[in-house]
């Protein structure tokens, strides 16, 4: 049995097969059931979502089985129930607990005591779900992944950076991140994607200038300055993160034909320009109904691991 807790829980021979899989699933909807019997999958949320709650209903019922949706806080857990105990319960009545949740410690806890497969659908640290639509997306749009440069401009120390890191180091990209001092990127993180990296032939690097980041690149990638749950935090993000905002300006220092990614929501004037968002560079509509196809595929190969 396998979880994907973070996108280095693939090995680079898995996370191309599950994005086969998911080219696959792209091309025949319904023509994939192995969930039909059919199967259950607890999907629970401890933070709001559109993207991931609907990508993953939709998909479970084209894969023949039962979506549960489950408003975490409603739920006994939010009223203190261990997240061991709630592991062992689940695990009863479903075949996968798929959890959107705050630190990564809390899914570990749900992995360690479920008897079926657990999926992060977005922790503070680690978006794998996401990550794989996005490598989907690159594949599509580009015919590649194993050398594209991807650059990410933002946070460097929230869950899509840290992610993109992982997820693109084991797809043997080069991924540079770009990020204001104090949003860097956890140590212990970028350590395993240089290690993931010096395996499948790509690359990490922090670069601080954004006109440096993205010069040359094939994909510039962004997300929004104040993830959730940092609504509150105090600290002041927009003077440091203004100049790395994607528009017009950055995106034409890019390679020519480069792509834009944005995991959405997006916040438009912000961390990216309307013109740019909804201009012919952007990808993200793609990107966002790959949720669909990459969580099928990924269910699928978890259900058969
Ligand atoms: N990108 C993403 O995970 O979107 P939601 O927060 O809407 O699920
Ligand atoms: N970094 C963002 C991603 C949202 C899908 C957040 O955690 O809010």
Redesign the pocket.
């Known amino acids: 049995m396998r979880h994907l807790l973070r996108d280095d829980d693939l090995s680079p021979a898995e996370q191309a097969e599950v994005l086969a899989l998911a080219a696959r699933m792209k091309q025949e909807p319904f023509a994939h059931r192995p969930l039909a019997g059919p199967r259950a999958v607890a999907v629970l949320f401890d933070k709001?979502?559109?993207?991931?709650?609907i990508s993953f209903e939709v998909g479970i019922a084209q894969l023949g089985g039962t979506p549960v949706i489950i408003d975490a806080k409603a739920s006994q857990l939010g009223r203190g129930e261990t997240i061991a105990d709630t592991a062992r319960v689940l695990s009863r009545y479903v075949d996968a607990i798929v959890w959107r949740t705050g630190d990564q410690s809390r899914i570990e806890e749900m992995a360690s005591a479920a008897t079926v497969p657990v999926v992060n659908a977005?922790t503070d640290q680690f978006?794998p779900c996401?990550v794989l639509a996005d490598l989907q997306t690159v594949q599509e749009r580009l015919g590649r992944l194993a050398g594209v440069t991807l650059t990410y401009l933002g946070d460097g120390a929230n869950n899509m950076a840290h992610s993109l890191l992982l997820g693109g180091a084991t797809a043997g990209m080069h991924v540079r991140v770009c990020a204001p001092q104090g949003f860097t990127p956890d140590e212990q993180v970028l350590r395993d994607a240089k290690d993931r990296a010096t395996h499948t032939g790509g690359g990490v690097e922090l670069i601080g200038d954004p006109h440096a980041a993205v010069a040359g690149a094939d994909v510039l990638v962004t997300d929004t300055w104040v993830s959730m749950g940092q609504e509150d935090d105090g600290l002041d993000r927009a003077a440091p993160f203004r100049p790395l905002q994607v528009n017009a300006e950055l995106l034409a220092r890019a390679a020519e034909g480069a792509i834009v990614l944005h995991?959405?929501?997006a916040h438009r004037g912000d961390e990216i320009t309307d013109e740019v968002l909804d201009g012919p560079h952007s990808a993200v509509w793609d990107e966002a109904e790959n949720?669909l196809h990459a969580q099928k595929a990924l269910l699928t190969w978890l259900s058969s691991t």
């Open positions: 709001s979502s559109t993207r991931t709650r977005l978006h996401q995991c959405l929501p949720r």
